[in-house]
T-cell receptor, first 112, second 114 residues
Framework: RKEVEQDPGPFNVPEGATVAFNCTYSNSASQSFFWYRQDCRKEPKLLMSVYSSGNEDGRFTAQLNRASQYISLLIRDSKLSDSATYLCVVNKRNTGRRALTFGSGTRLQVQP | NAGVTQTPKFRVLKTGQSMTLLCAQDMNHEYMYWYRQDPGMGLRLIHYSVGEGTTAKGEVPDGYNVSRLKKQNFLLGLESAAPSQTSVYFC?????????????FGDGTRLSIL
């Protein structure tokens, strides 16, 4: 089983739609959580960190459920520019290193 | 405002050839990382460094070596390239490894081994 699992998609949605992605992680020692965005053939870029209480950044809302070990990302009022792959990322405190564990990503295609 | 710079951007090698990928960061970050990204597998950590003169193995270190002689540079070496090393390689850095810090990525090196 992968440490971080995501539905690969693609999610094809019309402009203005609301779309949600889920991600599950297997290691309960995971302590930090992020969503990164990766455009085609580009480097990953931090979209937002995910906090225990949930957090919002404009049209983007991230939620964390530690009991069920899943993270979600909600995008409201989708824009064409939101088309990208969204990577769920976790960081484990007890590994002795500060590297991140990446999911394989969920592809979003927003259509006009 | 360079951030993390990787060279080269693209390279084609023959099996058995060697090469070095260079990562340079101008943010005075202590931690640096090398990942590879393959279709359907996400990014996997090859090696990392927690400071000048230190290196450590990540998830998939076999076939690679690294060096961190200067704080701003992290080199990834392939001594004898194999087709299985065809991938996109990303370098990343983070300030001091404080738990929960996100990482800053270079724009990648696309490597093909024939």
């Amino acid at each position: 089983r992968k440490e971080v699992e995501q539905d690969p998609g693609p999610f094809n949605v019309p402009e203005g739609a609301t779309v949600a992605f889920n991600c599950t992680y297997s290691n309960s020692a995971s302590q930090s959580f992020f969503w990164y965005r990766q455009d085609c053939r580009k480097e990953p870029k931090l979209l937002m960190s995910v906090y225990s209480s949930g957090n919002e950044d404009g049209r983007f809302t991230a939620q964390l459920n530690r009991a069920s070990q899943y993270i979600s990302l909600l995008i409201r009022d989708s824009k064409l520019s939101d088309s990208a792959t969204y990577l769920c990322v976790v960081n484990k405190r007890n590994t002795g290193r500060r590297a991140l564990t990446f999911g394989s990503g969920t592809r979003l295609q927003v259509q006009p | 405002n360079a951030g993390v710079t990787q060279t080269p951007k693209f390279r084609v090698l023959k099996t058995g050839q060697s090469m070095t990928l260079l990562c340079a960061q101008d943010m005075n970050h202590e931690y640096m990382y090398w990942y590879r990204q393959d279709p359907g597998m996400g990014l996997r950590l090859i090696h990392y460094s927690v400071g000048e003169g230190t290196t450590a193995k990540g998830e998939v270190p076999d076939g690679y070596n690294v060096s961190r002689l200067k704080k701003q540079n992290f080199l990834l070496g392939l001594e004898s390239a194999a087709p299985s090393q065809t991938s996109v390689y990303f370098c990343a850095s983070s300030p001091d490894g404080t738990f929960g810090q996100p990482q800053h990525f270079g724009d990648g090196t696309r490597l093909s081994i024939l």
